[in-house]
């Protein structure tokens, strides 16, 4: 199972999330949620590093699938409407019956 942190501060901005595991809905190489999801994140992460001036850290394993990505300092709206898209797109993944099983996202304050 996918199991997604998203840190939120005091101001309802996203500082940050962790992604860990993979979905195991299918075999390495065919998991379609894996891949979704995947996308989904490394998608952001380029557009954050792409389209904003956002100082970031990111780390990552991809034989843990993991992924932990910081921001430094207070986002921009562009980097909270990127990271508020790709959210868009791991809820609806772990809304679908078939799929929710495999992602599990929950919202942290810090």
């Not at 780390?59 to 699938?65: A, H, P």
């Amino acid at each position: 199972m996918i199991h997604a942190t998203v840190y939120v501060n005091e101001n309802h901005a996203y500082t940050g999330f962790d992604f860990i595991g993979h979905a195991e809905y299918s075999k390495a190489g065919t998991d379609i949620v894996c891949a979704a999801a995947s996308m989904l994140v490394i998608n952001t992460l380029n557009a954050i590093e792409r389209y904003t001036s956002d100082e970031t850290s990111c780390v990552s394993n991809e034989d843990e699938g993991m992924i932990e990505f910081r921001f430094r300092e207070e986002p921009t709206h562009d980097a909270q409407l990127l990271v508020k898209t790709m959210l868009l797109g791991l809820e609806s993944l772990e809304d679908n019956n078939e799929y929710e099983p495999y992602i599990d996202i929950i919202f942290e304050e810090v």
